[in-house]
């Protein structure tokens, strides 16, 4: 039988989120994963985005880990209108920017640029 005992619980959303993070290989590619792209187009049944971009943030500094970039440089260039339309997602983002160059991670700041859209 399917795992029966697993029938009826979801994964939350922060596990969600870190398994899209870690679906990213060492290079930024997903290999076909499916999970980030269907993440980014039903969260908001859940959160808002602003709240789940609140939560790729809150990640990063404690891993530094490119993946949570990678991860938000695919919501970019996958769903542009979102960028360009909520104000609060805007303003993470550019929180993101903040942070990663207070870290130090140029590469990370570029990553998540949203002014050349």
């Given at each position: 039988?399917?795992?029966?005992?697993?029938?009826?619980?979801?994964?939350?959303?922060?596990?969600?989120?870190?398994?899209c993070?870690?679906?990213?290989?060492?290079?930024?590619?997903?290999?076909a994963?499916?999970?980030?792209?269907?993440?980014?187009l039903?969260?908001?049944?859940?959160?808002?985005?602003?709240?789940?971009?609140?939560?790729?943030?809150?990640?990063y500094?404690?891993?530094?880990?490119?993946?949570?970039?990678?991860?938000?440089?695919?919501?970019?260039?996958?769903?542009?209108?979102?960028?360009?339309?909520?104000?609060?997602?805007?303003?993470?983002?550019?929180?993101?920017?903040?942070?990663?160059?207070q870290?130090?991670?140029?590469?990370?700041?570029?990553?998540?640029?949203?002014?050349?859209?």
């Amino acid at each position: 039988t399917m795992g029966s005992s697993t029938l009826g619980k979801a994964a939350s959303l922060d596990a969600l989120l870190v398994e899209c993070i870690h679906a990213f290989d060492d290079n930024g590619d997903l290999h076909a994963n499916l999970l980030p792209r269907t993440l980014l187009l039903m969260h908001r049944w859940y959160v808002t985005s602003t709240e789940l971009a609140g939560k790729l943030l809150m990640i990063y500094p404690i891993w530094q880990n490119k993946n949570s970039c990678r991860m938000t440089r695919f919501w970019i260039v996958t769903f542009p209108a979102e960028f360009n339309l909520d104000l609060g997602l805007i303003q993470i983002t550019e929180e993101f920017r903040e942070v990663a160059a207070q870290l130090g991670c140029e590469e990370h700041f570029k990553l998540i640029d949203i002014s050349a859209m």
